[in-house]
């Protein structure tokens, strides 16, 4: 959201969440052109004081995705429009092969059919 304050709103929301010892929380991060980019300062303070598995989706690659990761700033991460052109993602990462990209963005949005959004096909060596 654009809004000066939703830094600390989501601050205190994490810390009254965690009171509750919730499972997760799951921050969909802004995922158009020019996004604010999310400050590592609010990241290394949502792992202080929120206890439980935090999940974070929004742009990520594979390499993106391993980073944060690695850095312990999250434990997991959501890919979205990748798994529509690539039903195989995980085993196209795993692998190293190519990424499929879709083809035709409006047929997301709902269509008649299956056409472009459930017909694409995993990856043949
Ligand atoms: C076709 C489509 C429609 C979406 N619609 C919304 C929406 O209405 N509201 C929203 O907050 N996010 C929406 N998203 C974003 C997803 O919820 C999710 O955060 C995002 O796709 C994950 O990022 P990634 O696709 O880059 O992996 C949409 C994504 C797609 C692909």
């Known amino acids: 959201m654009e809004d000066e304050e939703i830094l600390d709103t989501f601050m205190l ?11 997760y929380i799951h921050l969909c991060e802004a995922d158009w052109d020019d996004a604010p980019i999310v400050p590592l300062s609010f990241r290394e303070e949502l792992r202080e004081s929120f206890s439980n598995t935090i999940i974070v989706t929004g742009r990520y690659t594979k390499e993106t995705a391993n980073e944060i990761i690695k850095k312990d700033l999250v434990d997991l991460v959501g890919f979205g429009r990748y798994y529509i052109p690539n039903p195989d993602l995980v085993q196209r990462f795993k ?16 269509g008649r059919n299956e056409v472009g959004f459930s017909d694409y096909p995993s990856y043949i060596e």
């Open 13 to 23: 929301v994490s810390k009254e969440l965690n009171k509750f010892d919730i499972s």
């Open 95 to 110: 692998n190293n092969w190519p990424l499929a990209e879709i083809k035709d963005s409006h047929t997301l949005f709902g």
